[in-house]
């Protein structure tokens, strides 16, 4: 169910290079055998992308600045092990930047945020090519928020409503296990 929001818009984004909290990891040249340096790796990089074994992690936030003059954040970054099992290759902030202000700003700018499937739908497809996971996942973290905003409640409640699910009465577990009742203590 979507309820009517305040037909809010994204007026502009911004686009704001940053740093991860780690970093990326080249895991075919660790698993080849790469000396640990301690916090570093000594040889060469063996998967496409990687300047170094092991290399500060980049990022790219995303803030859309809605109608009503509020500026919501998504962030986008790549996973560890970039390259590696299928995943995309390493995060290149300059080229994502470019990517996204070509691909993906025309598409946001005067967007309506009242519904977060609507906003996804139409502002993270680009014709038969695939966006990178970072792109979609910062970009869908954004509008998730300017929903959420537009709305006057939780993101937790719109991926509730939108996706038809019930919203939870109580806190969520985390890290438990199916019928895992055991308390952790915490002071010992």
């Excluded at 902030?93 to 996804?120: E, N, Q, Y």
């Excluded at 970072?134 to 537009?150: E, F, I, N, P």
Aim: net charge negative; glycine share 8%.
């Amino acid at each position: 169910m979507v309820l009517a929001g305040n037909n809010l818009t994204v007026s502009d984004v911004l686009l704001v290079p940053a740093q991860g909290a780690f970093f990326y990891d080249d895991q075919l040249a660790i698993r080849q055998g790469a000396a640990s340096d301690g916090f570093t790796y000594q040889g060469k990089p063996r998967t496409p992308g990687f300047t170094a074994i092991r290399m500060p992690a980049e990022a790219l936030s995303v803030g859309l600045k809605l109608s009503d003059g509020v500026i919501v954040w998504g962030d986008m970054m790549s996973v560890q092990y970039a390259g590696a099992g299928g995943r995309d290759p390493v995060f290149d902030a300059k080229a994502i930047m470019d990517l996204t202000r070509r691909a993906v700003v025309p598409r946001l700018k005067g967007l309506p945020v009242d519904s977060f499937l609507d906003a996804c739908s139409a502002s993270l497809t680009a014709g038969s090519v695939r966006l990178p996971l970072a792109v979609s996942y910062g970009v869908s973290q954004a509008l998730l928020l300017a929903t959420a905003h537009s709305h006057r409640c939780t993101m937790a409640e719109i991926i509730c409503r939108e996706f038809d699910l019930p919203v939870p009465d109580s806190a969520v577990p985390l890290y438990a296990q199916s019928g895992d009742q055991r308390q952790i203590n915490v002071d010992k």
